[in-house]
């Protein structure tokens, strides 16, 4: 089993930055393919962005295109999503979720493992 642990998650104004970390420990490889996923209250969770393992393949939801950056640690079984430009619309609570395989993808049920979330607030 594995467990994933969030961070870096609080209240920041529009034109800010926060950077978000996803900690992987427990019954590990390390190989896993993380994704970052988003859950506005009252709507539906959505795609934020992913990166495989070792960390060539990275994709991005077009709502935070050149504005979020994810990236990898693979010594310390970490991904970060650094979040700059943050817009009110970004208010949300941000999950990473890992896969039993390299590969990443887009769709949410093809995670194995999630954490338990950090909330992120922009305010305008």
């Known amino acids: 089993q594995v467990q994933l642990v969030e961070s870096g998650g609080g209240l920041v104004q529009a034109g800010g930055s926060l950077r978000l970390s996803c900690a992987a420990s427990?019954?590990?490889?390390?190989?896993?393919?993380i994704a970052w996923f988003r859950q506005a209250s009252g709507k539906e969770r959505e795609f934020v962005a992913f990166?495989?393992?070792?960390?060539?393949?990275?994709n991005y939801a077009d709502s935070v295109k050149g504005r979020f950056t994810i990236s990898r640690d693979n010594a310390k079984n970490t991904v970060y999503l650094q979040m700059n430009s943050l817009k009110p619309e970004d208010t949300a609570v941000y999950y990473c979720?890992?896969?039993?395989?390299?590969?990443?993808?887009?769709?949410?049920?093809?995670?194995?493992?999630w954490g338990q979330g950090t909330q992120v607030t922009v305010s305008s």
């Open positions: 990166i495989s393992w070792p960390g060539s393949m990275i």
């Open positions: 427990g019954r590990t490889s390390g190989r896993h393919a």
């Open positions: 979720a890992a896969r039993d395989s390299v590969w990443a993808v887009t769709t949410q049920r093809e995670y194995d493992y």
